[in-house]
């Protein structure tokens, strides 16, 4: 037995550091944290100073047994979970469950996984700092306190099994008022003027601008039609030199910013990835405010620059953290190792820490040198006079490495080549364009735009940005999606040659790309929040709270005291709401039917947007009609007009092929329904547009769709595309069709290689199998694991032998023996369904 045992979160670490340690030290993961606060009840009791029941969840039972028998058994005990506040409660609830003694118990804390840094960090133990304790303990009594109480208000007064959450509510408020902004915004038009002219020797192209406006299509009209005889002439000419600096490292917020702008990475998949290659021990750790490098960290980088680029290239640079509240995390992310340009793994892994490796080594990089020339060309004819600017790059710099995006979704000043000019050249006109622009509202929420807003704000942390926005889609009250932009015309005059033509052009605008839209259910349940709640969902109010927790961390303030000052008046807002406040429904009175004279609204009601016609009468005579809202239509959007047409739906058409034929409106959108079969009626197009021949055309697309494209062991092969990508299926099984296959143009001998490793792969995935009982165990990517029902369980060591279970253990491994493993972790696993509902009633009469 070691005489050392060492616990970090996860097996990917352990491994990693186990090769770092000799023979002395075993190396065990605790799977994040081994205990939380008890389910099903709120856990803390409020008269007692916030006291706490904590339990170890079923799935952690047999590695809190396993920890406790090796700790017992160890010399010593060394605590190495990550240095932040998670990481820090992580150690302390390691520490009591496990029932660890002071003297025995090492607290160690590094921010990359390396040998050297696991050696120093051996050599400097410290104990837990309680104060990062307490921090993290009063953010998840706080927040457990915020979700117990708000959550059955919400059902009460909104919709059942609603929940809401602290900062979670405060990300959607950010996304309403800015759909809201958007919804309501006005678009005014102008024409903006541009211009191409040529130099009188060489040809080449001045690009330039005029910088005002003109508001109506004479104006501009007119000063083109001025301009048809007028001479060009270079005004002003300056040059500048000039100079741009390099971005400071990542942190948490701008790595998932920038991962999204230039990777496309969504902000929990960004964490993800960086997860593991923190763990793998490629980078630093990834959930930090810190800008700074470490004086090791900047010998390291210079030392690259100048091998691999020169020293001309290399200029050290020191940054500061502007966050006040910046946590314990002491350094930006970067590569542990700078002379590593890449990395092993898969695409998305050495894609990730190729931009943290180029952000970082950027960081330690020379400026980029320009020289900045600024044109002003005069108009013979008008007093108006046209800008030009252009851009030469004299020294790269940093730029050799790494350019940082914008959240600009279009550059309408991008930087332009000019030609060699001189004060009072003559130019001649080549094209001048008059076009109608229109102004834009502001942009919706993308999820790094999003974060980049919170971290304004001073809401969250780096550990929470990605939960926050993984929660508000999974609540259901945000959606991210594409949405497809609306044709618009406008205006163009164009004079060349001494002419002026004028054209009306469309255009397609308002296209959006992964963007965060409030559903329906989500603006209600902000609304009522901030009328009711406007604590939980006011931006300062949220930011002092955060910055009461870094308070706490640093030992200024005492946290239950805290807890005190937020819980009562929000308890007394809880219990005056439920007394007071009326229903939440979001209704909006649209107007009224001319047909039968009642009032139209539009509403939530209990399984989703509908619009009413009528209301109810109270001896149920004459009910109200009702018609569900398409997913392109919202509550607070739509019209009377649009309303009554929901109402056409369904209708029928003429039979096809002896079946029947109707268009109706579903919950997963508008369909066409041929006889018994529901088809889906593509995206954007109105249902009430559908007549007889264009249903036909949906039905015989959907036909040719699920018409056999092969055959495989005379069984019929079907292709389609669906949320994971293209995929073949055949005999009930689905078989996902890689990028190095044609997918438009298979071979049959693509098809068999598809199908033959499927099949090959299945029988290779359950050791064993109880269909009846829905149990099964199976080989998985980390080993076997059982399987019950949707849970994934893990086997543990066999109880005779103390080890893992053998390959031929488990062959012959018993349906009994799996159960038993099954209650170990989920202990009213095999309980008979048919108690619950007494256990209810009898807890009602209770």
Request: aromatic content about 8%; charged content about 30%; glycine content about 6%.
């Amino acid at each position: 037995m070691a005489k050392n045992l060492l616990i970090v979160e996860s097996p990917a670490k352990a491994k990693t550091i186990e090769g770092y340690l000799g023979k002395d030290f075993l190396v065990k993961s605790s799977y994040g944290h081994i205990r939380d606060l008890v389910k099903g009840d709120m856990g803390i009791d409020v008269d007692n100073n916030f006291s706490q029941t904590y339990e170890v969840p079923a799935d952690k039972k047999q590695v809190v047994t396993e920890l406790k028998k090796l700790a017992k058994d160890a010399e010593m005990v060394w605590l190495a979970s990550d240095e932040d506040r998670e990481g820090e409660a992580i150690s302390w609830h390691l520490f009591e469950t496990l029932g660890l003694k002071t003297e025995k118990t090492k607290r160690i804390v590094f921010h990359e996984i390396t040998k050297p840094a696991i050696l120093k960090a051996i050599e400097t133990p410290r104990g837990i700092d309680y104060n990062l304790v307490y921090a993290q303990q009063a953010r998840r009594v706080l927040d457990r306190l915020v979700g117990f109480e708000l959550s059955p208000v919400l059902w009460k007064k909104v919709k059942p099994s609603l929940s809401a959450g602290r900062v979670q509510s405060v990300a959607v408020r950010l996304i309403v008022d800015r759909e809201r902004e958007i919804n309501n915004f006005e678009s005014t038009a102008a024409f903006k003027v541009t211009a191409q002219f040529t130099t009188g020797k060489g040809k080449e192209i001045v690009k330039a601008e005029l910088p005002q406006r003109f508001e109506k299509a004479e104006e501009a009209e007119k000063f083109l039609q001025d301009c048809i005889n007028a001479n060009f002439k270079v005004n002003n000419l300056e040059v500048k030199p000039a100079k741009r600096n390099p971005a400071a490292p990542f942190t948490t917020s701008t790595l998932q910013q920038e991962a999204s702008r230039k990777l496309g990475f969504s902000v929990a998949r960004t964490m993800q990835i960086a997860q593991r290659l923190y763990e793998n021990g490629k980078i630093t750790y990834m959930r930090t405010d810190s800008v700074n490098l470490s004086e090791t960290a900047i010998a390291a980088a210079a030392a690259e620059i100048k091998s691999a680029y020169g020293n001309q290239y290399h200029q050290p640079r020191v940054y500061k953290t502007k966050s006040a509240g910046a946590q314990e995390a002491h350094e930006a992310i970067r590569p542990t190792y700078f002379d590593q340009h890449t990395t092993s793994g898969d695409a998305s892994e050495r894609r990730l820490y190729e931009l943290i490796w180029k952000r970082a080594i950027a960081s330690q990089m020379s400026e980029a040198i320009f020289e900045k020339t600024t044109v002003d060309i005069g108009v013979s004819t008008r007093n108006e006079v046209f800008g030009a600017e252009g851009e030469v790059l004299k020294f790269d710099g940093f730029l050799k490495v790494y350019l940082e995006s914008t959240d600009d979704e279009e550059d309408e000043n991008e930087s332009n080549m000019l030609p060699a000019l001189t004060r009072g050249q003559e130019l001649s006109l080549k094209e001048m364009l008059a076009t109608e622009r229109f102004s834009r509202p502001p942009a919706r929420y993308t999820e790094a735009s999003l974060v980049k807003k919170l971290e304004e704000l001073g809401i969250g942390r780096p550990s929470t940005y990605a939960p926050t926005i993984s929660t508000i889609q999974n609540r259901g009250y945000v959606v991210k999606e594409d949405r497809d932009g609306k044709k618009r015309e406008y205006l163009a005059f164009a004079l060349s040659n001494g002419d002026i033509t004028k054209q009306k052009k469309s255009e397609i605008t308002g296209a959006e790309k992964s963007k965060l839209f409030p559903t329906d259910i989500g603006e209600v349940v902000n609304d009522f929040l901030v009328a009711h709640f406007k604590g939980i969902v006011d931006f300062n109010f949220t930011a002092n709270v955060e910055k009461q927790f870094d308070e706490i961390a640093q030992g200024l303030q005492e946290w239950t005291a805290m807890l005190h000052s937020f819980y009562k008046p929000f308890h007394n807002e809880v219990e005056t709401t439920i007394e007071t406040a009326d229903r939440a429904t979001g209704e909006r009175l649209l107007g009224v039917d001319p047909v039968s004279g009642k009032n139209v609204y539009a509403k939530v009601g209990r399984y989703g947007p509908l619009v009413q016609i009528g209301e109810l009468s109270d001896d149920d005579t004459d009910k109200p009609r009702y018609a569900s809202l398409t997913k392109m239509q919202s509550v607070g959007t739509i019209s009377l007009e649009e309303a009554l047409d929901l109402f056409k739906l369904p209708f029928q058409l003429e039979d096809y092929q002896g079946k029947e034929v109707s268009v109706g409106l579903g919950r997963f959108g508008p369909y066409v329904k041929w006889g018994d079969a529901f088809i889906s009626i593509p995206k954007n197009v109105d249902p009430l547009t559908i007549d007889n021949e264009r249903a036909i055309e949906i039905i015989s697309e959907k036909l040719d769709a699920d018409a056999p494209v092969a055959h495989f062991q005379n069984m019929p092969v079907t292709k389609g595309k669906g949320r994971f990508g293209p995929f073949i299926k055949w005999n009930e099984l689905f078989i996902n069709v890689p990028k190095a296959y044609n997918f438009d143009n298979l071979s049959q001998k693509d098809i068999d290689e598809l199908i033959s490793k499927k099949i090959e792969k299945e029988n290779n995935r359950f050791i064993q199998q109880w269909t009846e009982h829905k149990i099964a165990i199976e080989n998985g990517r980390w080993g076997p694991f059982i399987r019950f029902g949707k849970d994934m369980l893990k086997l543990g060591n066999n109880p005779a032998t103390k080890q893992k279970y053998t390959a031929e253990e488990l062959s012959s491994i018993s349906l009994d023996e799996v159960k038993a493993l099954i209650v170990a972790q989920k202990p009213d696993a095999f309980e008979s369904k048919k108690k619950a509902p007494a256990k209810k009633a009898a807890a009602k009469k209770k």
